[in-house]
């Protein structure tokens, strides 16, 4: 970490894209990882943003570059001395339905040939619910710099399940104020229900999809609000069910109280890394303004803005003005349940 404070850190994971979007376009080896779209969805709002993750040697310095020319700290970033594989592979079915396994399937339906990266793909979260062992990339607590001490807020992107529940322990003896965490969908099983509530307790806000949610509760099917209850009572203050293009269902545990945010009706060219956008600019605005509905429509207009282009250094690019006024026009249709 640099000398200067870093107010917000995104820990997560840096891969490399392949992927074919809803209309039948394909991106190669492009810039992904849930670390990187939620820093600069956390960027829409603030200007000290830092990354905490893992890579191996063969990770693309220029893309260590970009970042830092981008202003994003990537001290964090702790590259390995050896080569790993960050591929993900995901293909679109519909503007937001997305599968992330059998890529040759889905390279033969378009008639395209598949890359050679892709032959022996699996999954890009593989082993990430085991309890017992880290895999090289996982990020662990001595990952974290003696700098976070002093970071504003910190957001733990979907990730191992050994990482998420040992940093927000670390996180909290460095006195970080504002914790949130965005769940990794292998451990969002009902096998798992005694190791969420040690994960969650304390949290300032769980984040999880709405099909994780129901993934977990099966074979009951609560409904959203049940669901979100039931994750406070397990410890976080504010649970937030993302649900896409059905905006965002916010839960304050202590109040009960209950609203729905809507998503901004954007010019969709491709929803990958909505969702982790989306937490980072509800971590600044939960930060700054203490305010759960406040931090939703920071969340909500800053996903409004990666999915109207490719990759995540899109959102970046947005004019002057333009997430400010995506804020003002989303407060009225603000709904209390």
Request: charged fraction near 20%; hydrophobic fraction near 40%.
């Amino acid at each position: 970490m640099s000398s200067d404070k870093v107010d917000y850190l995104c820990i997560g994971g840096l891969r490399t894209d392949y992927c074919i979007t809803h209309d039948g376009q394909v991106l190669l080896g492009v810039m992904g990882g849930n670390a990187i779209y939620a820093a600069t969805g956390a960027m829409v709002w603030a200007s000290s943003v830092g990354i905490v993750s893992r890579v191996g040697s063969n990770y693309p310095q220029e893309w260590l570059e970009h970042f830092n020319h981008a202003g994003i700290d990537i001290s964090g970033i702790h590259v390995l001395d050896e080569p790993h594989d960050t591929t993900t592979f995901y293909a679109y079915i519909t503007e937001e339905e997305r599968i992330d396994t059998n890529p040759a399937a889905h390279f033969l339906r378009i008639g395209h040939p598949i890359p050679k990266e892709l032959l022996d793909y699996q999954s890009s979260t593989e082993e990430q619910e085991r309890r017992s062992t880290l895999t090289p990339l996982a990020i662990r607590p001595m990952d974290i710099p003696e700098e976070a001490r002093r970071a504003r807020g910190v957001h733990l992107s979907p990730a191992h399940y050994l990482t998420h529940m040992s940093l927000p322990v670390k996180l909290r003896e460095y006195g970080i104020p504002i914790i949130t965490l965005d769940p990794s969908t292998r451990y969002m099983e009902p096998s798992f229900l005694e190791d969420l509530s040690v994960i969650l307790h304390g949290l300032d806000a769980f984040i999880p999809s709405e099909n994780e949610a129901k993934v977990f509760f099966r074979p009951s099917k609560p409904d959203v609000w049940e669901m979100a209850e039931t994750f406070g009572n397990m410890g976080s203050r504010f649970v937030v069910i993302k649900s896409g293009a059905n905006g965002q269902f916010v839960f304050d545990s202590n109040s009960k109280r209950r609203w729905h945010i809507p998503a901004f009706p954007s010019n969709l060219k491709n929803v990958t890394g909505a969702g982790d956008s989306y937490c980072g600019g509800f971590l600044t605005g939960l930060a700054e303004t203490e305010n759960v509905i406040e931090a939703a429509l920071r969340g909500s207009v800053s996903a409004s803005i990666a999915i109207e282009g490719i990759g995540p250094m899109y959102t970046l690019e947005a004019m002057e003005g333009l997430a400010e006024a995506r804020l003002e026009s989303l407060k009225p249709a603000v709904r209390e349940i």
